[in-house]
């Protein structure tokens, strides 16, 4: 009997070292207790049965932040490997897990470690585990986000060496193209721009800024606050009672599919680009969709203006939009 005890919490040990949990995949990483600043990061893995592994994943972020971050795994005869950005030398730690994926679908995951960021020196000298320095011969990360509305690039990171963001339907952006759907963008104000004779109308141009330092510039406008909030067309948004929010749209003609929820108690909901109104749900509870068309060179904007609780009913009024990008 002690015998059969001892074999079963060997067997429970050996898990516990592999870091496996849940999914088909026996996963066996070593976790990193230190990563150098300045530095690209080499993260290893090794996934059982390797014939049914299908990909596997490094998510990263600054220690204690909400927002996941992830870059892809790559397999070799030697086993998987990916290559984080580098630190910024002000990081304390970073937080990260590894995820494979099996041949159906489904997830294995390690545990979640907390490495301490420092130089290599401090490293070496105070714990166990470094982080293989990768070479940094053509770096060109690809970092994908795990949500609409996050900053592209991650927080305490350096964006030397990242190349795209992967958004999380898949499709690959550049770091400026990115951050236009989903990042900071600061004020510049209103200007014409010309071409020739030609004039190309008002655009809003906004200054992109990452860590503080202005590094490129576009045509979107994402600034607002609670009472006067400016999301981007394919972004998710709830609130509560009346109330109006921009979209912006990325261009000033096409149509887009407009997707609502307004619970039970009844709200309306009005479109209204340039001061018409091109779409109203009328005051009404439940689901429902409408393809918008819309068209004007003045603006890529529109307001959704939403009158809760319509009806007059009192109590909570609570509701959800969807508007999808333009075709």
Not at 8 to 28: K, N
Not at 179 to 199: F, L, N, P
Request: glycine share 14%.
């Amino acid at each position: 009997m002690k015998n059969t005890l001892l074999v079963v919490c060997m067997i429970a040990l050996s898990f516990w070292a592999l870091g496996a949990q849940a999914g088909t995949l026996i996963m066996d990483h070593t976790p990193i207790e230190c990563v150098v600043f300045d530095t690209y990061s080499v993260v290893e893995a090794d996934f059982e049965p390797s014939a049914q592994t299908d990909s596997g994943r490094v998510y990263f972020r600054a220690l204690g932040t909400e927002g996941w971050y992830f870059v892809e795994l790559k397999g070799t005869e030697a086993g998987w490997s990916g290559v984080l950005p580098q630190p910024e030398s002000s990081l304390k730690g970073i937080d990260y897990y590894v995820l494979g994926t099996d041949i159906n679908g489904d997830d294995s995951k390690t545990l979640e470690y907390h490495p301490i960021v420092a130089d290599r020196a401090s490293c070496v000298k105070d714990v166990t585990t470094v982080a293989e320095a990768a070479k940094t011969d053509d770096i060109a990360l690809v970092i994908g986000i795990t949500r609409y509305g996050q900053d592209a690039m991650p927080s305490g990171f350096r964006s030397d060496g990242i190349s795209q963001i992967m958004m999380p339907n898949g499709d690959l952006k550049s770091l400026q193209q990115a951050s236009i759907a989903g990042g900071t963008w600061a004020d510049a104000g209103e200007v014409t721009r010309t071409e020739g004779e030609k004039s190309l109308g008002g655009w809003d141009v906004a200054g992109l800024v990452l860590g503080g330092v202005a590094v490129g510039y576009g045509v979107y406008l994402l600034v607002g606050d609670d009472e006067n909030p400016v999301i981007n067309c394919g972004t998710p948004y709830s609130g509560k009672g009346s109330k109006k929010i921009t979209v912006t749209l990325g261009q000033s003609i096409g149509s887009f599919l407009f997707e609502w929820d307004m619970g039970v108690q009844k709200d309306k909901m009005q479109l209204i680009h340039i001061g018409n109104v091109t779409h109203n749900t009328g005051c009404t509870g439940g689901s429902g969709s409408a393809l918008v068309q819309f068209g004007d060179d003045e603006s890529s904007k529109i307001t959704v203006s939403v009158l809760g609780d319509c009806e007059g009913e009192g109590g909570s009024s609570e509701w959800s939009f969807l508007l999808h990008c333009p075709e």
